[in-house]
């Protein structure tokens, strides 16, 4: 043993000699990272339990499932549900055993609905054309990233504003938790509020506060598994309810029941259709050009904001806030969004949700690797995957978002040059219900006043880029006004 090297372990359990551990602890460090492969395996697994809703939302916004009149303008549900299996299970596995980080890739929420009701219903662009937008999007933000622009912009913003992208999400995620769980409502003028407090006598309001509770207890006796625990749990205590209500008490069909089945064949008849060029035939050069960009900002800063803000609560980022192997990270999500162009499911990126599994500890791409093969596995396994509501998974978000939180305490809010722009930040996030948005009105914002102070040459020429180029996204709608787009 003496001429054998040892690997000390973060929470000082001694050693293990690096012959005596298996191939994937080797591959993935996950002794050196301070984890174990059991708490990967959980941390895979809660991270998919989690994100497990984009299998049925993506392929019912995309196909307009149960909205009259648009029904046959997008691509079929069921083969919609199956890419988006393919992509996420893909694009997940190659980040984990590339990147080495537990970020998990599916389908974007928000750009879908702009894929589905702007590009198809606002621009009436066929289906086929509008995953091409996404196609090319895909292959300019991967160009972005292979010359190295993307993580020069990255690593050219000031440590306040990446702290506040992470509370931001942190804030974003919290309520994200507290809409799909109904335990807060949308409000409207007539209630003078813009959300309002849910319903506490419904069913499905019932298990989101019950799981919550669960997986605080949980959390507070220091229950490995917690979230994963409290999201079964949760399943459990829904289809009881849902039973005890006549199969009636959530709104969408089969969640929350016993599947009938289990295995069904996927359909993937939608791979490759979206590699579709027709978009400048359609809308003319400049409009398609602008409607590129303006979907390529989209994504290029909402995984901004999700990678600084996961490394961020999980201790990756160095002193200087950046990343190692950043540029890894970025190479496959701007791969996914080419995979989720050309597979017809909408662009695929990093998921703030990845959040949930390293808050069970996960701190490697073998975290990942076990989210990628449970998406895989849900393409035959869809039955099972759609038992799991939204209710379920909600108190999950909420420890999540407050876990990331913690970082706020070190954001000087009593200076104006670095505190404004950190709430403005913070706030527009979960208001608008945009990581972009918030990226964007923060980074202007912060330029703005560092310039009026005197201060420009403080900041990175790239700053000034990405502040000009939200405020070219921000004043997008006008120009499609003022140019009859």
Excluded at 204 to 215: D, K
Excluded at 303 to 311: N, Q, S
Excluded at 382 to 410: E, Q, Y
Aim: charged share 10%; proline share 4%; with cysteine.
């Amino acid at each position: 043993m003496a001429n054998q090297s040892a690997v000390v372990d973060r929470r000082g359990k001694g050693s293990l000699a690096l012959e005596e551990r298996g191939w994937l602890d080797r591959f993935f460090k996950v002794t050196e990272s301070g984890s174990t492969i059991s708490t990967e395996m959980v941390a895979g697994a809660t991270t998919f339990m989690v994100m497990a809703y984009i299998i049925f939302v993506n392929p019912a916004i995309l196909s307009f499932a149960g909205i009259e009149g648009l029904q046959g303008l997008g691509p079929a549900f069921p083969a919609v549900m199956a890419g988006t299996c393919l992509i996420a299970g893909v694009m997940t596995i190659l980040m984990g055993a590339y990147a080495n980080y537990p970020f998990a890739l599916a389908p974007g929420m928000g750009l879908n609905a702009v894929v589905a009701f702007q590009l198809i219903v606002g621009m009436k662009l066929p289906w086929q054309a509008a995953m091409g937008v996404i196609f090319l999007e895909g292959i300019l933000i991967t160009l972005l990233v292979v010359t190295g622009f993307r993580e020069a912009v990255m690593n050219a913003i000031p440590m306040t504003l990446k702290k506040s992208i992470g509370v931001g999400i942190g804030l974003f995620i919290f309520f994200i938790g507290l809409v799909d769980g109904e335990l807060i409502l949308w409000g409207s003028k007539d209630l003078g509020t813009p959300v309002t407090l849910g319903n506490f006598t419904t069913g499905p309001v019932l298990v989101a506060i019950i799981g919550l509770f669960v997986t605080i207890w949980l959390m507070a006796k220091k229950v490995r598994g917690s979230l994963l625990i409290g999201i079964l749990a949760s399943t459990v205590v829904a289809i009881v309810v849902n039973a005890v209500a006549g199969g009636k008490a959530f709104s969408s069909p089969g969640v929350a029941v016993i599947p009938s089945a289990i295995v069904a064949l996927p359909d993937l008849s939608l791979i490759g259709q979206g590699i579709n060029f027709e978009v400048f035939a359609r809308l003319g050069f400049l409009a398609a050009v602008l409607t590129i960009f303006s979907l390529m900002l989209s994504d290029f800063f909402d995984t901004m904001g999700t990678v600084i803000g996961i490394g961020g609560k999980a201790g990756w980022l160095d002193k200087d806030g950046k990343l190692p192997r950043l540029n890894r990270v970025l190479l496959v999500d701007s791969l996914a969004a080419i995979a989720g162009g050309a597979g017809s499911t909408s662009s695929a990126t990093t998921y703030i949700e990845s959040a949930a599994g390293v808050g069970e500890g996960g701190r490697t791409g073998l975290a990942a690797v076990v989210t990628g093969v449970l998406f895989l596995l849900a393409m035959f396994l869809s039955p099972i995957a759609g038992v799991v509501p939204a209710h379920a998974t909600a108190p999950a978000l909420i420890i999540v978002g407050f876990l990331m939180m913690a970082v706020a305490k070190d954001i000087p809010f009593s200076d104006l040059e670095e505190g404004l722009p950190a709430l403005l930040t913070i706030a527009i996030m979960p208001f608008t219900y945009s990581i972009t948005n918030g990226i964007g009105v923060g980074f202007i914002s912060y330029t703005f006043i560092k310039i009026v102070q005197g201060k420009g040459g403080q900041l990175h020429w790239a700053m000034y880029l990405a502040s000009g180029a939200f405020l070219l996204y921000f004043a997008l709608p006008w120009l499609k006004v003022a140019f009859g787009i």
